[in-house]
């Protein structure tokens, strides 16, 4: 019995090191730079995919803890992935039952219209606190995000069934 | 919502200060096993091709390349000869001599996935005597400047960065100038360059060993473009890096003689030294 558990707990950091990974894969160096800022939001995508499934075991204090990671993997400011992270889990929290019962389709468009959201508060703040300029492109980065959704989700949810 | 408010003040101090960079630090040992997880894949396919390769074209590659240390060698003789003339010119003078840095080559294993920040990271960290400040180089120019080391791994900040500044001089008027990032690959600025200035587009920079933190004489750019709109005191110069920044694949760590010892308490005679 104790196995099924130790596996159960195991496949969270598990996933998530995979999302970190996705997220610093480097590009080919032909590609132009700008294509960057399309790039899903892996680590955030796996974020929310446990909050929905589990949200008994993680909560967001999780996100949090996981944001801090992610800014220190990708080296970007303390706080930066936080901000829309922890925003993000409290809604999903607040609204995991409905959001369960939707088509992914359906999740996939409300992640992206939330994600937006939260990628201008995010823009807003930085703005404020970060004195270099910051490329708008990077609005573009939650419609990628909602179309990889699907699989992240389908994915998650075999690993889930499979191996938790 | 109180996570998110010490998500902002989180970004209030970061942006503000260095005072997190020791967490940072910190942090980046227990981190380092994900990096190097990270740069597995591609480091995988290249090795890859290099063991399926093209055996002809690679024995051309080796024939070019013996050729190529050939070359090199017998300019390296003249350059012994010049260097200990230049050395002996110095002494006469009452400056002090030049003294010959010693390298140690790099492998480039990540670049930062935030297209707003330009930095990479290499596979050599404090164990390999990488220290803060330490001066990047390529083949044919200055990358930039190691910002933070754990043992293995250290990242480099470009000098294409928005946050990077590099003391030049202008190799045809010894004028003494500045460089700037711009956040973006290809181009860099000049800022506060006084139209009366002379300054034409071709013109080579150096770094100018002023601020201490580069040594003299590393190509770093060349002016790519010069306006001066009639009615500025300052004219607009933008310049080339002169190092490979877009297809960085190996960068050479230099040591300067006086810091390395300080920072990593042994000789750099240690280090693979470029003589």
């Known amino acids: 019995m104790a196995e099924p558990m ?81 925003l993000m889990a409290a809604l999903i929290l607040s609204s995991y039952q409905q959001l369960r019962m939707l088509e992914i389709w359906q999740q996939a468009l409300l992640i992206a219209f939330a994600l937006e959201i939260l990628t201008c508060l995010q823009l807003i703040v930085l703005g404020v606190t970060d004195d270099r300029s910051h490329n708008f492109l990077i609005l573009l980065r939650p419609l990628t995000s909602a179309l990889v959704w699907p699989w992240v989700f389908l994915i998650l949810r075999f690993c889930r069934r499979r191996y938790a | 919502m109180l996570l998110a408010m010490v998500c902002i003040v989180l970004l209030f101090i970061e942006g503000r200060s260095t005072a997190l960079n020791p967490v940072r630090q910190a942090a980046g040992s227990a981190i380092e096993p994900i990096i190097w997880l990270s740069a597995l894949p591609s480091r995988l396919i290249q090795g890859t091709f290099w063991i399926f390769g093209d055996r002809l074209d690679r024995s051309q590659q080796l024939k070019a390349l ?12 003249k350059m012994t000869a010049l260097e200990s003339e230049n050395n002996r010119l110095r002494a006469l003078l009452g400056s002090s001599a030049q003294l010959d840095e010693s390298v140690l080559i790099a492998e480039v294993i990540g670049v930062s996935p935030d297209p707003g920040r330009q930095y990479v990271l290499i596979d050599k960290g404090a164990m390999d005597g990488s220290y803060i400040g330490q001066v990047v180089i390529d083949s044919t120019g200055l990358v930039g400047q190691v910002i933070e080391t754990t043992n293995n791994v250290s990242k480099v900040l470009l000098i294409t960065d928005q946050r990077h500044a590099v003391p030049v001089l202008s190799i045809r008027t010894l004028a003494q100038l500045v460089v700037e990032g711009t956040g973006r690959l290809d181009g860099v600025s000049l800022p506060h360059v006084s139209g009366s200035l002379d300054v034409q587009v071709g013109d080579v920079l150096v770094t100018s060993g002023l601020g201490k933190r580069f040594p ?19 004219a607009e110069v933008t310049a080339e890096p002169a190092s490979q920044l877009q297809t960085l694949d190996y960068v050479l760590l230099v040591f300067d003689p006086d810091v390395a010892q300080i920072f990593t308490g042994r000789p750099t005679s240690e280090a693979l030294s470029d003589g």
Do not use: C
């Open chain 2, 66 to 77: 013996d050729q190529k240390i050939r070359l090199l060698e017998a300019r390296q003789l």
């Open chain 2, 216 to 234: 003299k004489g590393y190509p770093v750019a060349t002016i790519s473009r010069y306006v001066l709109s009639p009615g500025n005191a300052f």
């Open chain 1, 6 to 86: 130790l596996r159960g707990i195991l496949i969270i950091p598990l996933t998530l090191i995979v999302g970190l990974m996705l997220g610093l894969l480097p590009l080919p160096s032909i590609a132009p730079p700008e294509l960057n800022y399309l790039r899903p939001d892996w680590l955030g995508l796996v974020v929310v995919y446990w909050l929905l499934a589990a949200p008994e075991k993680v909560g967001v204090g999780f996100a949090f803890l996981v944001s801090l990671l992610g800014d220190l993997v990708f080296g970007t400011p303390l706080g930066f992935h936080g901000l829309v992270m922890v």
